[in-house]
Structure formats: C-alpha cells, structure tokens
C-alpha cells in the first residue's frame, strides 16, 4: 500500500509512471530529510550525477526499455525546487523526447536547456581529461610516457655522449700516433749486443729504482772505447718521484774488476775512466756495482760531439758564464769547430753573462771546459748544469721542438738495452717528466784525498764507505 500511495504521489503533474525514477526521488527526499540539506543543495546534487549519467549513457548504442535484461544508464533526477516544481534527467537517448512532451514553463525549459550545454561542457571536459591522463601515462601500444620522457632526456644527454665519444676516439688516435712515434724514436738507436757480466749482486737494488749509467766520451764512437770523459749515474726513483744525476770522478782509484774485452777475467787497480778502455761498457758498469755496491742495469753511450745536435734541437739553452770560463771556452771550441768544418773563431764568446743564451757548439765547450775553476770537479758539475738545462728546455717545448729533439738524441745514442725495453723506458721518461731532478758527486767534498798511483799518476783516494752512505741515501732514502 505504502508503494502504491508513492506511485500515485509521481503521477502528478504528468509526470511518468516509472518506478525506478520514483524509488530514485524517494531517496533523494529521504537523504534530504535526514541531512537537513535544502531544495537549492539537492538541486546541484542532483546536476552532478546527472552530469555524470550524461557521460555514462554517452557509451550506449542501442536502446533499452524498463524491464529488459540488456544493461542501462540511469538518468539523475531532482527533488522539486522552492516553489515545488521538479526536473528530471534521463538517458541522453530520452532527453530530447521529454523535454518537448513536458508541458513546462519558460523559467523550466531554460534551466534544461543549461543543463544540457553544461552535461555536454562537463562531459567534452572528462574526455579531455582522459584524453590528457593517457597521454601523461599510458599510450595505445602500451608505452607509458615515463618512457617517453626518458626518450627525451635521453635525447638531451645525447650531445654529451657525443662529446666523449668524439674525446674517446681523438685520445685513442693520440695514443697510437704516439707509440708509432715512439717506436720510430727507438728505431734510431743503435743497440749494440749485451756484453758479459760479473757483478749484479749489489746490496743497493730495488724494484723502485732504475739506474742507467750515461757514458761520455772524446771518441768518435763506442767500438773505439777510448778512456771516458763523462760518467753519469741517471738514477730515477718510481716512489720518491725523483731524478737523481750522479757524476763518478773519472780520476777515482778503484779496483777494475770483471771481465775484459777478450772475454778474460781481470782484477787491477787503476783510474775508474780505464775500465771502459780494458772492457767497455759492461766491464765499467761492474767496476761502479763492485766498488760502490749499487746496481748499475743499463748504459747508453753518447759521444761529445752529439750535444751540439741536441742542444740545437731545441733551441739553445741559457747558462750562467763567467768572464774566466767565456776565455775558457776557445781551446776546445776551435776544436770542435776543425771537426765540424765551422770556420775558425766560429762562436766565441767575448765575455760571459748571467742567462747567456748559447748554442750546441758552445754548450758543448762549456762542457768540456776543465782548466777553469775547481779542475775536473767543476767540469762534472758543469755536464750536469747542461744536461738538466736540456730536459727542462725540453719539456717546455711545443711538439715540433720535441720531434726535432727526439731525433737528434736518438740518432746519436748507443745502447744494450733492447727495443722492448727502451719502449719501456720511454714511457717511464713520459710519466718521471715532473719528477725533481737532483744532482751530486761521488765522491763528495769529505770522502776523497789527492794521491798518487805506483806509476806515478795523479789519482783521488776515495773513501767508499762513505760514498755508499751517501748513494744509499739519496738515490734510494735510506
């Protein structure tokens, strides 16, 4: 009875007789009731689900009538208004139909007429906003856009990848330039056949350490093995990072012993620059291990005339000369200038000076000089000077001077170490260029005393032990 008295209480006001949109306005009078909300708040209530029944039934194609079993989109309905008229939504496929059949007035078909251009605002919103969810999320074949976003960013870093690909490839075309060029360096070094040797067993040895002994001489080249000029110890300490240039005193008494150049054993006592006249180079370094107890590895010859090669190479070199040692000078340069076809009186100096720029063939009798100052002391000190002054000017250098002094050293330098081991030490020679470079004497001002040999020369007496001292102490910092 009660449903009865609720479809009779619809009918008016032609109203349809459908049961669903009586049970709907039922309810929505119901939840009127108990929330206290007015006609006003019900009103907008009731234009939100029908804003979103519009778009719900916007999917259906085919029509549906009350009581089928095919599924149907429910229209939102209100509750009357103020003055207690009512409106009602239906499925979109029913609006036209009812809006023309209702007999309502003006004010009434107005307020349809907005609503309906507002459903169809709400509705191209919600697609809209769909439309813009997929794009931010999900495509249709199922790429999110996180991944397209990646895309983009990956496309950003992509001239930074460029960038190190390109540096990549330019430092591995660098890299092998230079090994090529180093292995045509090395390729002009004469490498003479390791000799025979009979001391190695030296107390001073150490991974750490490689010592190779530079050797000097007034020869034209190494088979003539004259008496030495120049005895060098280049000593380079991989931990310490440290060069450390060891002049020996050629005038040194020691004991000469080793093997000779006959293959021969020999044990005398004569001026350290004899051992490379009784068996070169090999007997020479064992003279320096035996006496002194440091390991001596390798050698490399050079003769005097090669520094006038070398220094040109790169440039000149400046050295501090004084009034007495520019005087000194023109004994040995005439010469070397007979032997280089200079004209007479070529590069002579008038006087010293502080910084004086020089050329190869002065710096050469700048260091051959021995009559000025502390004899062969100061000669010792003075290849050094030059030496350094030439690896420092070198690695100042622009890459043309570098390839000019490269060549000019290698071309004129003996050796018995093998290619394999000169690449070797090439590249330590790259990597030891900001090592500090020392320099000493052996002996030093306090381990040495004039003498004279049986047969009459004039000869330091050298007090080894405090050599040794001193070698270990500043070639290996012990």
């Known amino acids: 009875m009660a449903n009865k008295d609720r479809q009779q209480n619809y009918t008016n006001d032609n109203k349809p007789q459908d049961y669903y949109e009586q049970e709907y306005q039922r309810q929505l009078d119901e939840f009127n009731r108990i929330s206290g909300a007015g006609g006003q708040s019900v009103q907008q209530i009731d234009e939100g689900v029908n804003d979103f029944d519009d778009y719900y039934d916007a999917g259906y194609t085919e029509d549906h009538t009350q009581g089928t079993d095919q599924p149907y989109g429910q229209g939102s309905r209100s509750s009357s208004d103020h003055s207690g008229s009512y409106r009602e939504s239906t499925p979109r496929r029913q609006t036209q139909s009812r809006q023309t059949s209702r007999p309502q007035n003006g004010q009434s078909k107005q307020r349809g007429s907005g609503k309906s251009a507002k ?11 769909d439309l813009q969810f997929g794009k931010n999320n999900k495509s249709r074949n199922g790429q999110t856009n ?19 690909k390109v540096l990549i490839i330019i430092l591995l075309v660098v890299f092998i330039l230079a090994n090529v060029l ?16 009979a001391n190695t067993e030296a107390s001073m040895n150490s991974p750490d350490v490689r010592n190779i002994l530079l050797i000097g001489s007034d020869t034209r080249n190494a088979d003539e093995r004259g008496r030495t000029d120049s005895m060098i110890l280049l000593s380079i300490n991989s931990t310490t990072k440290e060069i450390t240039m060891t002049s020996f005193m050629r005038d040194m008494y020691v004991n000469i012993k080793g093997i000779d150049a006959d293959g021969n054993d020999i044990d005398t006592w004569s001026k350290l ?21 440091i390991a ?22 400046e050295l501090d000369i004084s009034d007495e040692e520019a005087e000194g000078m023109k004994p040995p340069m005439a010469e070397q200038n007979k032997l280089l076809g200079n004209k007479k009186g ?12 020089v050329n190869g063939n002065q710096a050469l009798a700048y260091a051959r000089l021995r009559y000025v100052g502390n004899a062969d002391f100061q000669r010792t000190e003075r290849q050094r000077t030059v030496i350094t002054k030439i690896i420092e000017k070198a690695k100042s250098s622009d890459p043309l001077t570098i390839d000019k002094f490269a060549k000019a050293s290698m071309s004129h330098l003996a050796t018995n170490m093998s290619q394999t081991q000169l690449f070797a030490l ?23 005393s004039y003498g004279t040999s049986s047969d009459g020369q004039s000869i330091l007496e050298v007090d080894f032990e405090a050599c040794k001292a001193l070698l270990r102490k500043e070639i290996y910092n012990q």
Request: glycine fraction near 8%.
């Open 426 to 448: 090439t590249y330590k020679a790259i990597f030891s260029m900001n090592y500090e470079i020392k320099s000493m004497r052996i002996p030093d001002d306090d381990s040495y």
């Open 346 to 357: 070529t590069d002579y100096l008038d006087k010293g000076g502080k910084k004086l720029h």
């Open 119 to 129: 459903s169809n605002k709400t509705s191209a919103q919600r697609r809209n906003n």
């Open 296 to 317: 001596v590895d390798d050698y490399v010859y050079i003769d005097f005339l090669s520094f006038v090669d070398i220094v040109d190479a790169v440039g000149g070199i």
């Open 146 to 164: 996180k991944k397209g976003k990646n895309k983009v960013e990956n496309k950003k870093r992509h001239p930074i990848k460029t960038f190190f």
């Open 273 to 293: 620059n004899a051992a490379y006249v009784y068996g070169g180079a090999e007997l020479l370094m064992d003279t320096i291990e035996y006496n002194f107890d």
């Open 182 to 197: 180093i292995w045509r360096y090395i390729g002009m070094v004469n490498k003479v056949q390791r000799g025979q040797r």
